[in-house]
């Protein structure tokens, strides 16, 4: 997964809970000082959807309102107002109807794995070491999911939570989750040669897969129904 990757997970992550401490990012997304360095660059200076708390919290404070008098500056032909002319009167808009979300029910597949033992694993190798081992597994588990057309809905730490049937649904999503599980597994023995050769260690995964029905809606949530 690339840095931007990484970043829009954490600026959603935020969004979401409006607080998240430096500690709980690099545990949540496996970030080293200068990846979580650059995020907080990206986010504070760079995008300015963020402020910092005393060294130790991200603070999500939104686009930030352009200052009085930028436009003007950004386009020096622009007219400035006469310095005797009455401000026009702001005129409230009419009133938005809501918008009804529109929502239905389908057949959701979901599949999740994790790494066994992911703790004693990330004692036994250097965080560099782990967290190159951890993106080797994630990248070929990923490609395996997309040759089947599942949608990885998130990366827990060394998990994955896929959906087979949202947002693009098949008529066989739960035999491409069983596809896309045995992939994996064959896949893994692949990596594993390597891993076993190059830092003496072998990966082992359990793998889930549950059918049922939920009620979906253009927000992009499923729930069960």
Not at 56 to 61: A, G, P, S
Not at 74 to 85: F, V
Not at 143 to 148: A, F, G, L, M, P
Request: glycine share 8%.
């Amino acid at each position: 997964m690339d840095f931007y990757e990484v970043l829009d997970q954490i600026l959603d992550l935020l969004k979401q809970r409006g607080r998240v401490s430096y500690p709980a990012l690099k545990v949540q997304s496996n970030l080293d000082d200068d990846h979580l360095e650059a995020i907080r660059a990206e986010l504070i200076e760079a995008q300015q959807l963020a402020s910092d708390e005393n060294g130790r919290v991200l603070v999500w404070i939104g686009e930030t309102e352009r200052a009085p008098g930028s436009a003007s500056q950004l386009d020096p032909t622009m007219e400035q107002p006469a310095a005797q002319e009455e401000p026009t009167p702001q005129v409230e808009p009419p009133p938005v109807e809501p918008h009804t979300l529109a929502a239905e029910r389908r057949q959701l597949t979901v599949m999740f794995c994790d790494l066994v033992d992911s703790t004693k694993l990330s004692s036994q190798l250097d965080s560099e070491d782990y967290r190159e081992v951890v993106r080797d597994y994630q990248q070929v588990c990923s490609e395996v999911i997309q040759r089947y057309d599942g949608h990885i809905a998130q990366l827990l730490g060394d998990g994955l939570l896929v959906y087979f049937g949202y947002p693009v649904a098949h008529e066989e999503d739960a035999q491409r989750a069983i596809h896309t599980g045995l992939g994996i597994l064959q896949t893994l023995q692949t990596l594993n040669t390597r891993l076993e050769q190059e830092k003496g260690i072998r990966l082992a995964i359990p793998l889930g897969i549950h059918t049922g029905l939920v009620v979906v809606g253009e927000m992009g949530g499923a729930g069960n129904g």
